[in-house]
């Protein structure tokens, strides 16, 4: 049986596995020591549990358990690799590569960075939401000492040339740095593979508990350092203060041991379903893809309905969650600027709906989904002087529109 | 943020959707907001040349849900009024009929400019002075 509402947005959080919490539950109650208390076996207890979940986690990403710093989620990992890259390294150089297109975890710390004097270099991407290689080299110099890239677009799903991109900032002796929350669990990832010397990941993204994420912090070739952001007990190698959060960090090593085991299945799984609902829903007309389409995260597409807006779509989409890059959606008025960084049109960028499938989607949820979305696009366009205009052959690119 | 129950009654049945004869001397046009913007409404009105009474309201909107209820209200408010009665509604009215939170407000403001465009469109078309408006009005190239 359907069970409505359906929850098409995995990309924003994903439902905690059940076999997480399962492995969790004992850590609030029974096994409820400080991992830092070193002279009782309730301290034991729970040191051994992290140590566990960290090789777990290191596994996946093919580090070291040394390498994992623990912290509450990829927007500190993104703050404190970034930051601490540029005060660790302050004497070696002050420019920072990064994209137009990275999360605001990694945007407004390089924004927050600038007003100290940091020289931060933003490389715009292709129409496809892909990076150009020649202008990410062309922008790295002797003073940079961090590129940050991250792996998968949050918002559109593209997988950026990270081995090549890597090699770029190697090159020119910086660091390289991604943001891995979309990607960890989802593609494999491997540091040694493709380079990397810092990542950011969290575990809600990958069916772990929230307010619980890591640093990848690379111990050998090179051995990289970052300046402590949080002052106190000097936990995590001195990287990272605070008491250890331990159920959420053996959720975390859960469902990265889950991912390890899973997480090819899941992918052909989810890109049989995503690619029939994408093409489903491109049996509408005037219906565009978003970003490059052989490229991308297996679960994730992001859609432009023209001529319908889409936060008025996401209401007709009743019982169907997922989330849309209109600006009527965000505080600001702004749309998505990430799909502006494609070149897109605010217009097109106010149509756009994200579908994120998750491990625990079906298809006959895709299908409800199908169904639903088509309905409300065919409805709203009812409804939409754009869509009469489109029809009549009006450009509407032509009309002297008052702008507020 | 949940929708009120009014918005979702005139989202998933709007009122007066349509188009009424824009060449015609008793159709009032208004073309209010950008595509860029995310929200387009056109509201139309046809008035009795004699009574200054308007007949018939018809809308299409490009927008949000709040957008789409506020034009909604707008045509049932419209008909029935004479053109300067219609003139009295603002966007207050409509924000507090839907219930709209803050961040909705611009949705009710772009239907109060709509009904002012509508009637100038109209009064300008018979001879009769424009009223003074907010400057947020589109200008139809059509
Ligand atoms: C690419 C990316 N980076 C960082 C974050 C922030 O992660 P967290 O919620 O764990 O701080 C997100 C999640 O929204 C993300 O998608
Ligand atoms: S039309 Fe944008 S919030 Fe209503």
Redesign the interface.
């Known amino acids: 049986m359907l069970k409505l509402p359906i929850f098409l947005d995995h990309n924003s959080t994903t439902p905690t596995d059940p076999r997480v919490l399962e492995a969790m539950l004992p850590y609030f109650t029974q096994h409820f020591g400080n991992a830092a208390s070193r002279n009782h076996p309730f301290g034991w207890r729970a040191e051994e549990a992290v140590d566990y979940a960290r090789e777990q986690i290191a596994v996946l990403v093919g580090a070291d358990e040394r390498e994992i710093i623990f912290t509450s989620g990829a927007t500190e990992s993104d703050n404190l690799a970034i930051k601490g890259v540029a005060e660790m390294y302050a004497r070696k150089g002050n420019h920072i590569v990064t994209l137009t297109t990275e999360h605001k975890a990694v945007l407004d710390t390089c924004r927050a960075l600038e007003k100290r004097g940091i020289k931060v270099t933003y490389v715009p991407v292709e129409s496809d939401g892909l990076v150009d290689l020649q202008k990410l080299a062309d922008a790295v110099t002797d003073k940079t000492i961090l590129v940050s890239v991250m792996f998968a677009n949050n918002e559109i799903g593209v997988i950026q040339p990270i081995k090549e991109i890597s090699a770029i900032a190697h090159a020119k002796g910086a660091l390289f740095m991604t943001d891995a929350t979309q990607a960890v669990g989802k593609v494999p990832v491997d540091v040694e593979e493709y380079g990397i010397d810092l990542m950011a990941f969290t575990a809600h993204k990958m069916y772990g508990p929230k307010g619980v994420g890591a640093l990848y912090v690379r111990r050998k070739n090179p051995r990289v350092k970052v300046t402590a952001q949080m002052d106190g007990g000097g936990h995590e190698r001195g990287m990272r203060s605070g008491t250890l959060n331990v159920p959420g960090i053996v959720g975390f090593g859960k469902a990265c041991e889950i991912a390890k085991n899973e997480m090819v299945d899941d992918a052909i799984r989810l890109s049989r379903l995503r690619d029939k609902l994408e093409t489903e829903l491109l049996k509408l007309p005037e219906t565009v893809v978003n970003g490059n389409r052989e490229r991308r995260l297996p679960h994730t597409t992001n859609i432009s309905f023209k ?6 779509l996401m ?2 989409m009743k019982d169907v969650a997922v989330s849309s890059g ?3 959606t965000s ?1 600001s ?1 702004e ?1 998505s600027y990430v799909l502006k960084a494609l070149g897109l ?3 097109l960028g ?1 149509s756009s709906i994200r579908f994120g499938l998750g491990r625990f989607t079906t298809e006959e949820e895709i299908d409800y989904a199908i169904e639903t979305t088509t309905r409300a696009v065919n409805q709203l366009r ?7 205009m489109h029809l009549e052959g ?1 450009d ?1 690119s ?7 | 943020m949940a ?1 009120s129950q009014k918005i979702i009654d005139h ?1 998933t049945q ?1 009122r007066n ?1 349509g ?1 009424l004869d824009k060449s015609s001397p008793n159709v009032g046009t208004g ?12 509201l139309q009105i046809e008035v009795d040349a004699e009574t200054k009474i308007i007949r018939d309201a018809k809308f ?6 709040s ?2 209820a506020s034009s909604s209200v707008a045509t049932e408010w419209l008909k029935g009024r004479t053109i300067d009665e219609a003139l009295t509604i603002s966007n207050m009215d409509i924000v507090e009929e839907l219930s709209l939170p803050p ?1 909705k407000i ?1 949705c009710s403001v772009l239907a109060e400019d709509a009904i002012k465009s509508a009637i100038n469109d109209y009064r300008v078309k018979n001879g009769l002075p424009p009223i003074e408006q907010a ?8």
């Open positions: 001529f319908v807006e889409g936060e008025g209401m007709g209109s600006a009527c505080a008025l749309p049109s605010d217009e106010h009812e409804l939409s002087p754009l869509w009469e009006v509407i032509k009309i002297e529109w008052a702008h507020h | 929708y989202y709007p959707v188009v073309l209010v907001g950008a595509p860029e913007c995310g929200d387009v409404m056109r299409k909107t490009f927008g949000c849900g957008a789409i961040v611009h400057e947020s009005v589109a200008v139809s190239a059509r």
